[in-house]
């Protein structure tokens, strides 16, 4: 058979019925992607090249104005480093704990359900409902975390208002509410790990820390490496806990807003819908970057 007979052969019924069946099933993801995000990306788009009126209405065509502006405007790139900085805090240490404790998690323990289900419940709660409980949390008046330093004999914290310290308070509420999460998909990817890599590891003479830096990080390196993107793109999106803890009016608000807060403060507060969505692709643009960056990095360090 000529290639240019089996270029132009018609597929046959089984192969027509298997296309169709194909497309129907993934139709639902497909419409949901389109719908959810690609068509609210190029709405966005469009309306970062305006400036809106009142209401939606009477929009003004101003092409790169907003993006112009957004180059330099100071907050913007303040807000820039707060998220970047956010993010460099709370994935290496919710990826460490997350680790630690999935390999706890994966041993044979008493309880050890009960401890998954413990750790997975911050995944659960609603961000509004964990930030008000961190709130109290951090009261600098009635707070246990500053009871609890004046009983070891040091100074209250003003964890919230303090422009030095609201970051890092922020970046902890980060670390505890993704643990679960991290913990479930690690604890997923350590039980496809074979155990007879262990036991050779262990003939070789390899203690805790060796089997866990040469065998179990390797072998879960697809796992770590899925969450680290994820968690990036959470992280880089962080807007419940800032917007919950910190008001415009704090001493903290400049050392502290994200790109997302300051989106929605431009779009919802000041109606400058069109300058926020530019503050949008901005966002998304790092976003893109990072990404592809780590695609790029992940041939060095993933096994698969």
Do not use: C, H
């Not at 389109?34 to 970062?48: A, C, D, G, K, R």
């Amino acid at each position: 058979m000529t290639i240019s007979n089996m270029v132009k052969r018609k597929p046959t019924k089984r192969q027509l019925n298997e296309w169709y069946w194909a497309w129907f099933l993934i139709a639902p993801t497909m419409i949901g992607l389109v719908i959810l995000n690609i068509i609210p990306i190029v709405q966005t788009l469009y309306l970062s090249l305006f400036r809106t009126g009142d209401f939606g209405q009477g929009n003004v065509f101003v092409g790169l104005d907003n993006y112009i502006r957004m180059l330099s405007d100071v907050q913007v790139w303040r807000a820039t480093a707060n998220t970047l900085l956010y993010t460099i805090i709370v994935i290496p240490i919710s990826i460490s704990i997350s680790l630690v404790v999935a390999v706890f998690l994966n041993e044979k323990i008493f309880a050890r359900t009960t401890y998954r289900t413990i750790y997975f419940i911050p995944m659960i709660a609603a961000p509004a409902a964990v930030t008000m409980v961190w709130k109290w949390l951090y009261n600098n008046q009635f707070g246990i975390i500053n009871y609890m330093l004046e009983g070891i004999g040091l100074s209250r914290v003003d964890w919230i208002n303090d422009p030095n310290v609201a970051l890092i308070s922020v970046s902890i509420i980060g670390i505890w509410s993704i643990i679960g999460y991290n913990v479930v998909l690690m604890l997923a990817g350590l039980q496809e790990i074979p155990k007879d890599y262990y036991e050779a590891s262990m003939i070789d003479g390899a203690g805790p820390l060796s089997k866990l830096l040469n065998v179990t990080i390797p072998l879960l390196s697809p796992t770590l490496f899925f969450i680290t993107v994820t968690t990036i793109i959470q992280s880089m999106q962080v807007f419940d806990f800032i917007y919950m803890m910190i008001d415009v009016t704090s001493p903290a608000y400049d050392s502290t807003v994200s790109l997302v807060y300051l989106f929605y403060n431009n779009s919802f507060r000041y109606s400058e819908r069109g300058y926020g969505s530019a503050i949008v692709m901005l966002l998304l643009i790092i976003i893109l970057i990072m990404t592809v960056f780590q695609m790029k990095a992940q041939k060095k360090w993933v096994n698969y």
